[in-house]
């Protein structure tokens, strides 16, 4: 009996998984919202921006652009990610695919400012893509129901 209840478990087993996940991936989660914190540097050929935006694009591959709310909120050396896309087309269009697909970037006036960084020095930055705080718009999202993720 011990055997024959073995062997049913291992082919029901077998069976299952043949028969794939239980949920498609784009059913497997509900509606987030989500910010992404950059503050830090992109490190040598920006490859820390380059993750960082590969994991928020496998977030929107796994979830679904139109179950995500998210943000993506840069200060201090966070900002780096959008000068550097002056110049770095791969960083560029990166950037520009994530916003096609609903991303929102938001820039530290106070990093803007204390850096003497304008606008013009931003890849694809506008005047409503300005925070006055970028951790105090961090800590507000956070208030509003959105879960923090930070790379690095």
């Known amino acids: ?20 996940p239980a949920v498609a991936a784009d059913d497997a989660y509900t509606s987030q919202k989500v910010v992404y914190h950059v503050n830090f540097g992109g490190d040598e050929d920006n490859w820390k921006y ?11 591959n796994a979830v679904g652009k139109d179950k995500l709310d998210m943000r993506v909120v840069m200060n201090g050396n ?6 550097n896309a002056t110049e770095d087309k791969d960083l560029a269009q990166r950037i520009s695919n994530l916003k096609g697909q609903g991303v929102s970037f938001k820039v530290c006036a106070n990093t803007m400012e204390g ?13 409503d893509d300005i925070v006055p705080s970028g951790v ?3 800590a507000k999202l956070q208030q509003d129901g959105f879960a923090l993720v930070k790379t690095y």
């Open 1 to 20: 009996m011990r055997r024959w209840l073995t062997g049913l478990i291992s082919v029901l087993g077998l069976l299952a998984f043949a028969a794939g």
């Open 50 to 60: 380059m993750a960082t935006l590969r994991n928020i694009q496998n977030h929107i």
């Open 78 to 83: 966070g900002l780096r990610m959008l000068q």
């Open 115 to 127: 850096r003497d960084i304008s606008l013009d020095d931003l890849y694809d930055a506008w005047e």
């Open 136 to 138: 105090a718009e961090v």
